[in-house]
């Protein structure tokens, strides 16, 4: 009879939606509905100790979890839901979630708060979510675990034995695994969630220094032992390395004032969001780390910026002079790590390892300058078409001569080795003062799915200026590298100090001149047809520290139903191990 009423309900609301496609929604959105209601009480029984320290006075919160208001999350899932192509079941799911969610308040925030007594390490926690009519809300609870109510507190009893307390106070229903946490509940709930609810559908602020410094020295002595166990699996024993990367992570711990992330849909933009901020306490390490970077201008490479990519990159950045011996000694890791790729078979004679660890020697010398100059600047664009990807990028780096000797001499070598493959044309070309080289690479007969990228060579190029050095890589990369170039004369204005982007149609239709799946072309196309193909990384300087979002263009989430549909059509069923 489910079944059949099921049906009906399709027929009525899915315009084609099939009965057993509602059972199993309406499965889905009561699991989806209960969890928003009870995920804070019942995780935060099932994650912390069951011995408690009770609150004796009023501490402030440690940790802050905001949920937006549910009519605005719901509005949001609907519009997530016609994104991803699927417009038909927001009735059904709107539907189930208003049956599930009754008693909640659609119009205010609900959160949770973790507090820590005095310098003990075990949080208490109290969540408090916004309701309309607590009755109607304790009805659904209900269905999954035991009310119990008295005069003056609700006992809710879940599946797993735990216990936790509720009480309504003023429109809001708090919970705990306490009832002494009652005695901290904030008079406003919504003042404690600040400006987080506007801005983020879920989102958590960390207070660092209301961290116990024993928890915090838990997480830096976790951090040591896997960082030790990770350097003892790979063979290296270098404590100076070790002691100064140890030096940063509790800098970063105990330094730390304040983290922040949230996540939202955002409908007026047509982007998902994600944010993440951290700010160092004024005057430490990590805040000086941050600040030495503000008012940094664009560089030398935001032409390398290019919206018909397939991806590009920025980079900024300055390093303060107590961090320089840090990263030296990862160069100086790296070096061997170099090394050891390049003799992993024990090929080589003596004499050629020799003198590789001389080249090696001077390249790692040349970046140990150059951060010692402590300025960072970078630029990379990725052309992908269909049987066709070209590869360019530029960076600041101190004595380009030496380092254009070093990179002179591995080429001869790598002609030597490889006689009738690699064909090097030294002083090929120049442009706007840079010196180009020329390596090309014969691609072989067998390698078929190279050849239908690159042709029969792949050409490489790599340009010497007075301060910069360029690389490039593909079928043509000269045009892409030039055009970047003359592009960072003029573009000064940046979205971000640090940015990255990827751009999933080209590569998409890149993907499809490779493997023989129609499936890829129809979700280029799908890309192109809405062109919101994006996914981006910003970071930029705040005061005291860092901010970096993540940003998804919500045209990717139709490659939703496009591969659904692929799927049900038989499409990425064979063997696809090429791709």
Request: net charge negative; with cysteine; charged share 25%.
């Amino acid at each position: 009879m489910l079944f059949l009423k099921d049906q009906a309900a399709g027929a009525k609301y899915g315009g084609g939606v099939s009965g057993s496609s509602i059972v199993y929604w309406r499965t889905k959105v009561r699991n989806v509905c209960l969890s928003l209601m009870t995920t804070m009480a019942i995780c935060a029984v099932s994650l912390f100790p069951s011995e408690k320290t009770y609150a004796q006075s009023a501490p402030k919160p440690a940790v802050v979890v905001s949920l937006a208001p549910l009519g605005e999350q719901m509005d949001d899932l609907k519009y997530l839901v016609k994104a991803s192509g699927f417009g038909k079941m927001n009735f059904l799911i709107q539907s189930q979630v208003k049956h599930f969610t009754a008693g909640i308040d659609r119009n205010r925030p609900s959160g949770m708060m973790l507090f820590f007594q005095d310098n003990n390490p075990e949080p208490q926690w109290l969540g408090f979510v916004a309701v309309e009519n607590v009755e109607d809300m304790l009805d659904r609870i209900a269905d999954f675990a035991d009310v119990d109510e008295d005069d003056d507190m609700i006992i809710i009893s879940p599946e797993n034995g735990d216990e936790i307390v509720a009480k309504e106070v003023d429109g809001y229903l708090f919970i705990a695994d306490d009832k002494e946490m009652f005695n901290v509940a904030p008079t406003s709930p919504a003042d404690e969630l600040g400006d987080l609810p506007n801005n983020f559908n879920l989102a958590a602020r960390v207070f660092g220094q209301r961290i116990p410094e024993e928890l915090r020295q838990k997480g830096i002595d976790l951090i040591s032992e896997g960082y030790a166990r990770q350097m003892e699996e790979l063979g290296k024993d270098d404590d100076e390395l070790f002691d100064t990367q140890m030096e940063q992570i509790k800098s970063f711990v105990n330094d730390t004032d304040e983290i922040m992330i949230g996540f939202q849909a955002d409908k007026e933009s047509g982007k998902l969001l994600s944010k993440v901020i951290f700010r160092g306490t004024p005057g430490s390490e990590l805040a000086k780390r941050c600040n030495v970077m503000k008012d940094l201008a664009a560089g030398k490479f935001t032409g390398f910026l290019n919206t018909e990519s397939a991806f590009n990159a920025n980079v900024r950045g300055r390093i303060i002079e107590e961090d320089i011996q840090s990263y030296h000694a990862l160069l100086d890791q790296l070096r061997e790590q170099m090394l050891e790729e390049i003799d992993a078979d024990g090929e080589l004679e003596d004499e050629e390892f020799t003198k590789l660890e001389t080249l090696a020697d001077d390249v790692i010398s040349v970046l140990k300058e150059t951060v010692a100059g402590g300025e960072l600047d970078g630029g990379a664009v990725m052309m992908m078409k269909k049987g066709s990807l070209n590869f360019a990028s530029g960076v600041k780096i101190a004595n380009t001569a030496k380092l254009e000797k070093s990179i002179k001499s591995l080429a001869e070598m790598a002609e030597e080795k490889a006689d009738g493959i690699v064909d090097l044309q030294f002083n090929s070309g120049s442009y706007d003062g840079i010196t180009f080289h020329t390596i090309n690479v014969a691609v072989p007969s067998d390698e078929e799915e190279v050849q239908k990228v690159f042709g029969d060579k792949v050409t490489i190029l790599v340009g010497i200026g007075t301060e910069s050095v360029y690389f490039g890589m593909g079928n043509d990369p000269l045009p892409l590298l030039t055009t970047s170039i003359e592009k960072s004369k003029t573009a000064d204005k940046l979205e971000s100090l640090n940015q990255y982007n990827i751009f999933l149609a080209p590569i998409l239709r890149f993907a499809s001149g490779i493997t023989p799946e129609p499936a890829l072309e129809k979700m280029a196309d799908k890309l192109e047809e809405n062109g919101k193909d994006r996914i981006s990384v910003f970071s930029d300087v705040i005061e005291n520290g860092l901010e970096s979002r993540l940003e998804m263009e919500d045209g990717i989430l139709a490659l939703i139903q496009a591969g659904f549909e692929a799927v049900q059509s038989g499409a990425f069923q064979g063997d696809v191990d090429e791709f």
